[in-house]
């Protein structure tokens, strides 16, 4: 079946606007991450999802950045009022359970640039 | 905090020979898995090789396989027979607890390996 794909690819952005990525987890995987890659750095845990539980939102840098899930598949994460220190790649992961026990799969990522 | 250090930042090899990437953490659990992830320029982070901590043998994928030191915890990648399409960051990662009680990967900076012809 199809792996996590996440769109748009690539995003350019001006200072103050609001942007919106969208993840597509794997069919049937319960669980979604959304992580951020800054240049140079590993991936910073951002949200994540549990069927449909309440989101564990403790890694969202600021009240800009909000997530959801809907019907427990399509997530988008939500930039308001984006800044330059936003710049990142954003990534998304899916697995069918337990971190560890199952493997987390990892979308291609966008890549946000805001000028 | 729990961490992961990836201490070489970038690394090179010949193709057909052999590599390792170094990787140590920090935790106080006792039993947990440990993982090394692939990514190339494409973005996608692709899992390399998961290490349960409680199984003395070292895991071993192809031509990836590591050395799994509980004691020092140590967690080093060896590639053996590098082949160009090995070029990527590579990033050790290790299942840690949020603050909001579930789990997420803590992933090191990442050595870039670079396979030269």
């Known amino acids: 079946g199809a792996g996590v794909s996440q769109s748009p690819s690539n995003k350019v952005t001006e200072k103050g606007k609001d942007v919106e990525l969208r993840c597509d987890p794997i069919s049937g995987h319960t669980a979604l991450y959304w992580y951020r890659q800054s240049l140079g750095q590993g991936l910073e845990f951002l949200i994540y999802?549990?069927?449909?539980?309440?989101?564990?939102k403790s890694g969202l840098p600021s009240d800009r950045f909000s997530a959801e899930r809907t019907g427990g598949s399509v997530s988008t994460l939500t930039i308001q009022r984006t800044q330059q220190e936003d710049s990142a790649v954003y990534l998304c992961?899916?697995?069918?359970?337990?971190?560890?026990?199952?493997?987390?799969?990892f979308g291609p990522g966008t890549r946000l640039l805001v000028l | 905090a729990q961490t992961v250090t990836q201490s070489q930042p970038e690394m090179s090899v010949q193709e057909a020979e052999t590599v390792t990437l170094s990787c140590t953490y920090d935790t106080s659990e006792s039993d947990y898995y440990l993982f090394w992830y692939k990514q190339p320029p494409s973005r996608q982070m692709i899992l390399v090789i998961r290490?349960?901590?409680?199984?003395?043998q070292n895991a071993t994928e192809n031509r990836f396989s590591v050395n799994f030191q509980k004691a020092a915890k140590s967690f080093s990648l060896k590639i053996s027979d590098s082949q160009l399409g090995d070029a990527a960051m590579y990033f050790c990662?290790?299942?840690?607890?949020?603050?909001?009680?579930?789990?997420?990967?803590?992933f090191g900076k990442g050595t870039k390996l670079t396979v030269n012809p």
């Open positions: 999802f549990q069927g449909n539980s309440a989101p564990d």
């Open positions: 992961a899916s697995s069918l359970g337990v971190l560890g026990e199952e493997t987390q799969y």
């Open positions: 290490q349960e901590a409680y199984k003395q």
């Open positions: 990662a290790y299942p840690s607890i949020t603050q909001g009680g579930s789990e997420k990967l803590v």
